[in-house]
């Protein structure tokens, strides 16, 4: 029996009851520091980002090209066949405007975070990026566009290197 | 394999609110006891819990399933914890009933609890590895991001207004105003929800369920010793999970395959041929509006993009033909992430008993679906529970 | 998120960085609130009694975790106790040196079978023994915030 009204437990408390002292709490920082290893698909794939180029993998018995680019098919279960070289350009599989960051901070410039399916990729597999030279309301699903590279002496094998994509 | 049936005899809850005094030993515990309460049961005549809560790094405290054992009734026996993200609330559940259903235990409790207000600044901060470390975070992802591109790409490929879509905060947030449980309960209108602050364009504040603290539990037993219990046993008549690939930049977002794929083992399962005719209450998870719409197509209970013509025609509406969140939902119960899934697994026990006072659905509900979802739009979880006569 | 190289790296081998970025803050909760408060305003180490189970819970617990009935009563299992055991801890959490070395000591207090971990003080390290009786050393009234650290340490009597 869950009834309307019955009371629970359950003792909301407020962010003034915190900042007053008026219940007792500690805090702890944990120590979360990590490295975490690029491995080899990922360090091949950032390499190729340093040169301007995106790379996929590419499984010959399901026959598609995938990108972020994997050692092994999560389908057939199999190693990846090659490496293949992709275009730079794209379409808008979907995307969004945010206008706050991960801590509920307030952007004043918002940021749009896109799916960009690559061409030279199977249709449907893309990354995660962001748009930029584009006014927010004129984005689209299915426009083109193209990376914006930092200049090579900038570049160091990250997704960085990609500054955004841009309409073309 | 020789199954035996398992039937929910007993179901507790805490109040799910933004900060809670209580620590997750005291949410969990009070839930617990709750349910064990309500069946009359002694903590001596369970042989077994298991325990699901979301990630170690909200509550802050690591092994947090072996820290909230003894608050789950688990003082020296069998005990495991069940994880699968967000999912974990139905998934939770389904790890108790095969406990119960393989022979191996006829009695079980399970316990889900959340404290994601001991996270600070904010809960997000435990989400944010969900994100490829290499190709993702250095991007400056946040989460809400994710939702709003799975909603965007929804709404585009179906071409809903997303006032379609704010309807389904204004009925849950109703809904929860009937729920003792509940964090966000109001009376809104659709202009309201529209009108509110935009987070994550098409997302906005009134289409995102709040983070919360909170505990919920249901007592298991096999059949036999559910006879003894009570005379108005709940069955679980079908279970089902599932998980897509992580890669979800390389899936079509505007469709939970995964979902139908754990729907369709479920019904399976329970014998149901026809979900829309069967199913009479359902508690799709919803901690985004567009979720519940998208989540209430992959289970086969509308079409594809459907979902929100049923919606606005009333369906799902508490005194419609199938009533979606009747409790109110994470939109308006609240979100303590696995208790939020046990939330709903407890209100379908309600529901099938005809015991949930003014949240009582109309329709009589003989079989209900309770379905929670996780990760990176990736797990699907169901369960499928019918009334005994 | 920053990128690295690893220390044991052959060739470069490559690594992000990167943090959880989280502070966790945790309540002492309902009955932790009535602990706190008589240690932190009257000296005072609480505990909660199961009488069925016969078990006293120090520091104070909501539920007794056997019969799991709701806890009432409540006692004052004073702050002189008995050393159950100890030891020496001569490395940090990143197995630094300390110094002077630290002393920890599991105490069971009064005449309940609770038995709590603090620090040991006022003592050599080849004085302690098993079974020796031990007292808390209080941190002055003024500088107690309702934490376990109220008790500075606890030293032979
Ligand atoms: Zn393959
Ligand atoms: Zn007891």
């Known amino acids: ?61 399901c026959k598609r090209t995938v990108i972020p680019p994997r050692v092994f098919c999560e389908l057939c279960f199999r190693n990846m066949d090659k490496w293949v070289e992709l275009k730079d350009t794209g379409i808008v599989n979907t995307f969004s405007i945010c206008y706050v960051t991960w801590d509920m901070k307030k952007l004043i410039y918002p940021e749009i975070p896109a799916v960009i ?35 090579k002496s900038e570049r160091e094998g990250s997704i960085l290197d990609i500054k955004y994509f841009k309409p073309i | 394999m020789k199954l035996r049936k398992v039937a929910v005899v007993g179901a507790g809850i805490t109040k799910f609110v933004r900060r809670a005094q209580e620590t997750a030993k005291e949410l969990s515990y009070h839930a617990t006891k709750m349910a064990l309460d309500s069946c009359n049961m002694p903590l001596e005549e369970i ?66 609890e959340e404290k994601m207000s001991s996270c600070q600044p904010h809960p997000q901060g435990a989400f944010l590895t969900i994100f490829d470390h290499t190709t993702e975070r250095p991007l400056g992802p946040n989460l809400l991001w994710i939702f709003a591109l799975e909603m965007n790409r929804y709404m585009q490929v179906h071409k809903i207004p997303r006032e379609q879509i704010a309807l389904v905060s204004v ?26 602050e935009i987070m994550a364009w098409p997302v906005t ?42 890669y ?48 209430l197509e992959g289970l086969l209970l509308a079409d594809k993009g459907q979902a929100p013509r049923i919606t606005a025609e009333g369906i799902t509406a508490r005194d419609g033909k199938m009533p979606s969140c009747p409790s109110g ?61 | 998120m920053s990128k690295v190289k690893l220390p044991d790296s052959k060739a470069g081998k490559l690594a992000w960085k990167g943090d959880i970025p989280i502070t966790s803050r945790y309540t002492a909760g309902v009955a932790g609130q009535k602990f706190f408060q008589a240690l932190k305003e009257e000296e005072k180490i609480l505990g909660t009694v199961c009488n069925k189970c016969e078990v006293t819970y120090v520091p104070m617990k909501l539920f007794c975790e056997r019969c799991f009935a709701q806890l009432d009563e409540t006692v004052d299992v004073g702050d002189t106790g008995r050393l159950v055991s100890f030891s020496v ?68 009597v």
Request: proline fraction near 5%; charged fraction near 25%.
């Open chain 1, 1 to 61: 029996m869950l009834e309307t009204g019955i009371r629970l437990h359950g003792t909301a408390l407020e962010e003034e009851d915190f900042k007053t002292h008026r219940v007792f709490y500690t805090t702890d920082i944990p120590k979360l520091q990590y490295a975490w290893d690029c491995g080899v698909a990922m360090g091949h794939y950032l390499k190729g980002l340093k040169q301007g180029k995106l790379l996929g993998t590419y499984c010959k018995k």
């Open chain 2, 47 to 112: 042989d077994s819990v298991v325990h699901g809560t979301a990630p170690d790094a909200f509550d802050g405290v690591h092994m947090k399933g072996e820290y909230l054992s003894e608050a789950s009734g688990g003082w020296r026996k069998p005990f495991m914890r069940s994880y699968v993200g967000g999912g974990t609330g139905v998934f939770a559940p389904i790890n108790g009933w095969y406990l119960v259903a393989s022979g191996m235990y006829d009695t079980c409790v399970v316990v889900c």
């Open chain 2, 329 to 389: 939902g994470l939109l308006g119960v609240g979100n303590p992430i696995a208790a939020a899934g046990m939330m709903k697994i407890c209100e379908l026990f309600w529901q099938l008993r005809g015991e949930a006072g003014k949240r009582q659905v109309k329709n009589s509900p003989r079989t209900g679906l309770a379905q929670a979802w996780g990760d990176l739009m990736q797990v699907g979880t169901v369960v499928i529970m019918q009334r005994g006569d």
């Open chain 1, 117 to 151: 399916e690559i061409d030279g990729a199977s249709k449907g597999k893309g990354i995660l990026h962001l748009l930029a030279e584009v006014d927010p309301k004129q984005v689209k699903l299915g426009m083109k566009v193209k990376a914006v590279w930092k200049p």
């Open chain 2, 171 to 196: 009925k849950n947030k109703r809904n929860a105003l009937d729920h003792p449980s509940a964090q966000l309960g109001a009376e809104l209108t659709v202009e309201d929800v529209m009108n509110s």
């Open chain 3, 89 to 156: 801890v001569y490395i940090d959490l990143d197995s630094k040196k300390v110094n002077p070395p630290q002393i920890v000591g599991l105490i069971e207090l009064g005449n309940s079978q609770a038995r709590m971990v603090h620090r040991l003080g006022e003592v050599k390290s080849s004085d302690l023994r098993v079974g020796m009786k031990v007292k808390a050393v209080w941190e002055m009234p003024l500088g107690r915030e309702g934490k376990i650290t109220d008790i500075q340490y606890f030293k032979p």
């Open chain 2, 205 to 246: 504040r009134l289409m995102v369920s709040p983070t919360s603290d909170g505990a919920a539990a249901v007592v298991l037993a096999s059949e036999e010793v559910a006879k003894k219990i009570t005379d108005n046993p709940v069955w679980i008549s079908g279970v089902g999970w599932n998980l897509d690939t992580a």
């Open chain 2, 248 to 295: 979800w930049t390389n899936r079509d977002l505007y469709y939970p395959e995964y979902v139908e794929k754990a729907a369709r083992m479920a019904y399976k399962m329970a014998g149901i041929k026809n979900p829309r005719e069967e199913i009479n209450v359902v508690e799709p998870y919803d901690p985004f509006a567009y979720k519940e719409l998208h989540h």
